[in-house]
């Protein structure tokens, strides 16, 4: 069994920390560990650093080889520029020589899991369910209506295959409005789609053959061509996600299935999934009921008066004081400042697109 991790780009829910030069991957969020960093440590001891490789942009190949010391140098894949998790799904399976049946782990390096056993665990049994030639995803326990994520629906009849874990997909439903999502969760059979996957190689490029041919043509030429070859060509591969490219084709005969994992997952995928999800790695001042987190000082000083639930990370080395206000977010770096409502996070990518619309690239 190896482990494909993806350290892409993106995270511009994060900004003003999350930047072009220092994706979200990149950032110590929960503690001093780097997300790319948390990620390697919990595959542990279930697959070692040996058998862990790492598809990121090659803008990121120092930082992945800082974070990363103890991974071997051939295990760093890079892309010329970023094409989606198709491309770096098929990159890796062809660039990688490793047995056609070999069970490959795909996880991407920008996500939280609170309990790393029960994570390896899951890997565990999907692995074994995978060893079928099907294709499987975790299927994240959820907590509630969540539209920010997509879902993974189980067969109604469970799709068992005599003792292999897991259930048969029978579709695949993107980030939904709250009532559908509540609809979902009454079937019982819904779970989170957290991106992280478990297959054999060969039945990885089987599929990638039968549902997205063009990927996996384009990739293949590209590596056989050697570094001139991915440098001109990867660019032109089509730009799409697995799951839209395999994952949901593949569950409409049948080939697909869900291993259940209820870890403590979050994908971080902004600011208010940080004040929500992940007290526990925040230095929290807690009185009366009130919650204030303060991360990533760095030698500021945040001085709270009667603040409730206010998530401020400080990394601009400046005192930062907040009063009475609630249900907020402060962000301070050394050049730009975010303050935001917590029910507006999402929102704060927009505030990037203005920036890029701008022509601010010095704050990007």
């Known amino acids: 069994m190896y482990a494909v991790i993806m350290a892409g780009g993106g995270g511009t829910r994060l900004w003003p920390l999350s930047r072009t030069a220092r994706p979200k991957p990149f950032l110590s969020l929960l503690g001093d560990s780097t997300l790319l960093q948390a990620s390697v440590a919990r595959l542990s001891p279930l697959i070692g650093m040996d058998d862990v490789y790492v598809v990121t942009d090659g803008r990121y190949a120092g930082l992945v080889r800082a974070q990363l010391p103890g991974m071997p140098g051939s295990n760093l894949l890079c892309e010329p520029v970023g094409r989606?998790?198709?491309?770096?799904?098929?990159?890796a399976a062809l660039a990688i020589e490793r047995p056609d049946d070999e069970i490959m782990v795909v996880v991407p390096a920008d996500q939280r899991v609170v309990d790393a056993a029960a994570f390896r665990a899951a890997l565990a049994a999907a692995a074994e369910r995978a060893t079928g030639g099907e294709l499987v995803t975790l299927g994240i326990a959820p907590t509630g209506p969540e539209t920010g994520y997509?879902?993974?629906?189980?067969?109604?009849?469970?799709?068992?295959?005599?003792?292999?874990?897991?259930?048969?997909?029978?579709?695949?439903?993107?980030?939904?409005?709250?009532?559908?999502?509540?609809?979902?969760?009454?079937?019982?059979?819904?779970?989170?789609?957290?991106?992280?996957?478990?297959?054999?190689?060969?039945?990885?490029?089987?599929?990638?053959?039968?549902?997205?041919?063009?990927?996996?043509?384009?990739?293949?030429?590209?590596?056989?061509?050697?570094?001139?070859?991915?440098?001109?060509?990867?660019?032109?591969?089509?730009?799409?996600?697995?799951?839209?490219?395999?994952?949901?084709?593949?569950?409409?005969?049948?080939?697909?299935?869900?291993?259940?994992?209820?870890?403590?997952?979050?994908?971080?995928?902004?600011?208010?999934?940080?004040?929500?999800?992940?007290?526990?790695?925040?230095?929290?001042?807690?009185?009366?009921?009130?919650?204030?987190?303060?991360?990533?000082?760095?030698?500021?000083?945040?001085?709270?008066?009667?603040?409730?639930?206010?998530?401020?990370?400080?990394a601009g080395g400046r005192t930062i004081a907040i009063v009475g206000i609630r249900d907020a977010i402060v962000v301070d770096t050394p050049d730009a400042l975010l303050v935001c409502a917590s029910d507006s996070a999402q929102d704060v990518k927009l505030v990037v697109d203005r920036l890029v619309a701008e022509g601010r690239r010095e704050l990007l």
């Open 84 to 91: 989606n998790t198709a491309a770096a799904v098929a990159l």
């Open 150 to 314: 997509g879902y993974v629906l189980a067969a109604d009849d469970g799709g068992s295959t005599g003792a292999a874990p897991g259930r048969r997909v029978e579709r695949f439903v993107e980030k939904p409005h709250p009532a559908r999502a509540a609809e979902l969760l009454a079937t019982g059979r819904a779970s989170w789609n957290a991106g992280i996957f478990v297959w054999r190689r060969d039945a990885l490029l089987t599929g990638l053959r039968r549902f997205a041919a063009d990927i996996e043509l384009a990739v293949r030429e590209a590596v056989a061509a050697g570094p001139t070859g991915i440098e001109a060509g990867y660019p032109l591969v089509r730009s799409t996600s697995i799951d839209y490219a395999l994952l949901e084709p593949a569950s409409v005969v049948g080939q697909v299935a869900v291993v259940p994992a209820d870890v403590g997952w979050s994908d971080l995928g902004s600011w208010d999934a940080l004040l929500r999800d992940t007290p526990e790695a925040a230095t929290d001042e807690c009185r009366n009921g009130r919650a204030v987190s303060i991360r990533g000082a760095h030698g500021a000083q945040v001085v709270e008066v009667g603040a409730d639930r206010v998530l401020v990370h400080a």
